[in-house]
T-cell receptor, first 110, second 117 residues
Framework: KNQVEQSPQSLIILEGKNCTLQ??????????LRWYKQDTGRGPVSLTI?????NTKSNGRYTATLDADTKQSSLHITASQLSDSASYIC?????????FGKGNQVVVIP | EAGVAQSPRYKIIEKRQSVAFWCNPI?????LYWYQQILGQGPKLLIQ????????DSQLPKDRFSAERLKGVDSTLKIQPAKLEDSAVYLC???????????????FGEGSWLTVV
């Protein structure tokens, strides 16, 4: 069973709108949670890294939140742009290993 | 700063043939990873090196996959013989040190796309 579950699997949003991606995990012990952006045909690029004590971190129009008690994270994209079309992968670190989610596929349309 | 370099970017081979991928990590990065990413899935770790030693190869199909990092810098991943289910993107990544540590960013290359026909 995958230790990192992401939802929704895919979504389509209008340019300029906001969206929120969800990540639930069961990884234990927990060390850190990362969000990566992967453009089609490219390698993943790091957006944010959060540790146990951090509950929010921003990178431009991307804001990640973490609730270590409920083992949930979200990635909020504000004022989406066409270039935000990509897969967003949630990665949870713990016990010196990383567990990858399958990704949220986001398509931004004009 | 140069990123993680991989080659070739694309490769098409017939089943039972062999293929090799090369990776040059970011300068100074002690840890190097090879991941396999099947379409629609997240990356799966195949092998992790710390300098020229193997840290984790528990998910590497050792009957057909091999990897080496002889001088602790660049690395090669070989598949022999290839199967249809090996069709995937092979991502190389590097980091300064152990991936489990908070704040240790892992940098990925653009990947090598393998199609086995």
């Amino acid at each position: 069973k995958n230790q990192v579950e992401q939802s929704p699997q895919s979504l389509i949003i209008l340019e300029g709108k906001n969206c929120t991606l969800q990540c639930n995990y069961t990884v234990s012990p927990f060390s850190n949670l990362r969000w990566y952006k992967q453009d089609t045909g490219r390698g993943p690029v790091s957006l944010t890294i959060m540790t146990f004590s951090e509950n929010t971190k921003s990178n431009g129009r991307y804001t990640a939140t973490l609730d270590a008690d409920t083992k949930q994270s979200s990635l909020h994209i504000t004022a989406s742009q066409l270039s935000d079309s990509a897969s967003y992968i949630c990665v949870v670190g713990g016990n010196n290993r990383l567990a990858f989610g399958k990704g949220n596929q986001v398509v931004v349309i004009p | 700063e140069a990123g993680v370099a991989q080659s070739p970017r694309y490769k098409i081979i017939e089943k039972r043939q062999s293929v090799a991928f090369w990776c040059n990590p970011i300068s100074g990065h002690a840890t190097l990873y090879w991941y396999q990413q099947i379409l629609g899935q997240g990356p799966k770790l195949l092998i992790q090196f710390q300098n020229n030693g193997v840290v984790d190869d528990s998910q590497l199909p050792k009957d057909r996959f091999s990897a080496e990092r002889l001088k602790g810098v660049d690395s090669t991943l070989k598949i022999q013989p290839a199967k249809l289910e090996d069709s995937a993107v092979y991502l190389c990544a590097s980091s300064l040190n152990s991936k489990g540590r908070p704040g240790n960013t892992i940098y990925f290359g653009e990947g090598s796309w393998l199609t086995v026909v």
